[in-house]
């Protein structure tokens, strides 16, 4: 984990050097000042937001991360927990409260610099990369496959994929997964993970592709639950979750540095301890 941490930082630097950050001086200001935002600490960007206004979006489909709780109304969990975190300590305000879209329509609003961030376990993929910024990682994941647990078509791990019917959600990095790894199933792509759900308690599908903790957590809370999770997690660190900044945001490098005082004071794992164990 700390290797990929290292591995982000260095590409979080790399883009600052190359002037992506905001700003319109010459080449030789844009990089001092790039330099001087990577080593920014908390005391430095301590309510350096303050009055500047954010449109923030997550996607209330996705627990433990982001979703509604029983009043169907207020969105919960680590990601908003996250959100106002680095909002207590950069002193931003939310432009209109948080937007709660699918993953679909979240990472296009980012990407057209519709919303200045997002929190949702986004995961870091290459092409999400091409349209968007990234934070540092602030929890990994892999996949995992959840099938019914009357499940007889002998499946026990991914390998047993072939010729199978196979829900994703759509936009997702186990859509992505599934699209690059298993051209033999059938692939069926759902725009939320709860119908993909649904699709496989009533035995439509024969397996659903899903993050490990959103898997895990459906099954915890769902105590009529058919579903179980077979088989080890596999994809391990192809699914990093970021802060996801659009790339007109003017802020990245303080929401980054953010988050970087967030992971190393400890505050992400006691979200992680909080809302995923």
């Known amino acids: ?52 206004k954010l449109k923030v979006g997550t996607t209330g489909l996705f627990g433990p991360f982001s979703y509604y709780d029983e009043d169907g109304k207020t969105l919960i969990g680590y990601d908003l927990d996250l959100i106002n975190d680095l909002q207590d300590l950069l002193g931003f305000e939310i432009d209109g409260g948080i937007q709660a879209m699918d993953y679909s329509a979240l990472t296009t609003s980012l990407a057209e610099n519709k919303l200045d961030m997002g929190a949702a376990a986004l995961c870091a993929t290459d092409e999400r990369k091409e349209v968007m910024k990234f934070s540092d990682i602030y929890c990994d994941s892999g996949q995992v496959v959840m099938v019914n647990k009357s499940n007889d078509e002998g499946i026990k791990s991914v390998d047993d994929l072939k010729g199978k019917k196979v829900a994703v959600e759509k936009g997702t990095a186990s859509h992505t997964y599934a699209s690059k790894n298993l051209s033999d199933a059938d692939l069926e792509v759902h725009d939320t993970i709860t119908t993909a759900y649904e699709s496989l308690e009533q035995k439509k599908v024969d397996a659903v592709i899903q993050d490990g903790p959103g898997a895990n957590f459906y099954i915890k809370t769902t105590p009529d639950s058919k579903l179980e999770v077979v088989g080890d997690e596999f994809n391990q660190g192809q699914a990093p979750y970021c802060v996801a900044i659009s790339k007109e945001c003017k802020y990245y490098d303080e929401i980054n540095a953010a988050v970087k005082v967030l992971i190393k004071n400890g505050t992400t794992d006691e979200l992680y301890a909080k809302w995923c164990e």
């Open 1 to 52: 984990m700390k290797k990929k941490l290292a591995a982000v930082m260095i590409c979080a630097a790399m883009v600052a050097m190359l002037g992506v950050g905001c700003g319109s001086k010459s080449s030789d200001d844009s990089s001092s000042k790039s330099e001087t935002k990577k080593t920014l600490t908390e005391d430095d960007i301590k309510d350096s937001m303050k009055g500047v």
